[in-house]
């Protein structure tokens, strides 16, 4: 399976916009998974459902439809691709990726969606466990210092009031959570290209992603 290209690697990596971007030139969809955990969690703030709570996450999952289309996440219909950018909405994404209810729930949309070829999706165990087969797996990495220099100056140029020194602490709080985990862990495997990403340009990331890539 040489269509579906796998991106993993941690937060503030640069999955996003480098597999945005990949995806463009190649002219194949993409998929951002992370979206899509942060839709759930959008979706069990905005109901005050517990997230301890398997039975609560279960019922709420059943009623809910998230779909994600031209750079829209919707929720039930509504547009929450800007409300699931928040912070807090980032934090509680990440504790329920944990839970293997809400993993089940997105690993069969993301596997549909996969099988239609033809895209590049992003997250955190996409090569390791929602596209094994694929040809074509990637993990883009840098270093904490580095993702957390990124992300304080993309919050900065929100007009955000955030400290570098909270932003790093929480990024390496989240590194531990997402390699640790028992459900589906962040881990580089040896079928997969490593990219550190600390002093490469997006071009040049693209540029070394483009050589790696077996084509049929």
């Keep these: 399976m040489r269509d579906v290209i796998t991106i993993d690697g941690p937060s503030g990596a640069g999955k996003s916009t480098v597999s945005r971007l990949l995806a463009k030139k ?12 942060r839709a759930v969690a959008w979706k069990v703030h905005a109901e005050g459902t517990d997230p301890e709570s398997a039975d609560a996450l279960t019922g709420l999952l059943k009623k809910t439809r998230i779909t994600c289309e031209d750079k829209k996440v919707m929720v039930d219909g509504a547009d929450v691709t800007t409300q699931i950018r928040t912070p807090e909405i980032g934090e509680l994404s990440s504790r329920l990726s944990a839970i293997p209810v809400v993993r089940k729930y997105l690993f069969e949309m993301q596997r549909h969606i996969g099988l239609e070829g033809n895209v590049v999706i992003e997250g955190r165990d996409i090569g390791t466990v929602i596209f094994p087969e694929s040809e074509n797996k990637f993990f883009i990495d840098a270093s904490p210092e580095e993702r957390a220099r990124r992300r304080y100056e993309e919050l900065k140029n929100k007009g955000l009031d955030v400290s570098l020194y909270d932003i790093l602490d929480g990024i390496k709080k989240r590194d531990r959570r997402d390699s640790t985990r028992q459900s589906a862990p962040l881990k580089k495997t040896g079928s997969m290209v490593y ?5 490469l340009s997006i071009d040049e990331v693209i540029l070394n992603i483009m050589e790696a890539l077996k084509t049929s």
């Design 26 to 37: 190649l002219g194949y969809r993409y998929l951002d998974t992370g979206a899509l955990y």
């Design 195 to 199: 990219v550190d990403t600390s002093s």
